[in-house]
């Protein structure tokens, strides 16, 4: 007769387990600033066994609904680190792009806004809220030309056009205060005799034109 037996786990064999992939609002919550779950003070991830729990498009949204949470909490550098990683995964996509111009809008990082929110609308032409983040990051900036041409794309691809004409109308208004700014600077300049008056003018005048609310006289 012939008997089946099982063969028992050696003692020193050892099943290796494998790390969640998903962290929870508590856990992001608790977390330091640079506590970032794929930093070297988190336990490594095999990265054999993250590609058989999730797939790359898994793997972006799980690390885009990550960055959420931290901005949320106004945590925006963690986001931008998470967006970052997500963007690894999803390289053409323009929301992530749009996210991370956004937080740099909220940490005053306006030239940075402008290079993602170039980006977002790059890879998503006919998303309006890409060119509603442009807008907002070259108003700060002080490029108001150029804010309201990308306000009024948006425009054109948005669904609710009030709110946005509101932006519009105010953008437009620092743009006509502009003008006459430099206006009034001009006219004065050519009054002035003394070179470091003139220079002071024009020093005030070029502040203007970045939308500046300066007092010429």
Known sequence: MISLSLKRKRK???VRSVDPCFLSSEQLNAMS?????????APERPRKVIASLEDVMQKSKRLQEEGNVLANADRFRAAIDRWRQAIECTPENGVLY???????????????????????????PQWNEGYVTLARCQLNYGELDMALQSMNKAIELSNDKDEL??????????????????????????????????????????????GAQLRLS
Do not use: W
């Not at 003008?179 to 220079?199: K, M, N």
């Open 165 to 210: 004409q509101m932006e519009v109308q105010e953008i437009q208004q620092l743009i006509d205060t502009r003008d006459v700014t430099l206006a009034q600077g001009q006219a004065i300049i050519t009054t002035l005799s003394s070179p470091d008056a003139i220079q002071v003018v024009e020093c005030k005048t070029n502040l203007a034109r970045r």
């Open 33 to 41: 600033e640079y506590e970032y779950a794929d930093s070297s003070s």
């Open 98 to 124: 749009e996210l991370i111009a956004q937080a740099h809008l909220a940490l005053d990082e306006f030239f940075e806004g402008i290079q993602m929110a170039q980006k977002a609308t790059l890879f998503a």
């Open 12 to 14: 020193n064999e050892h």
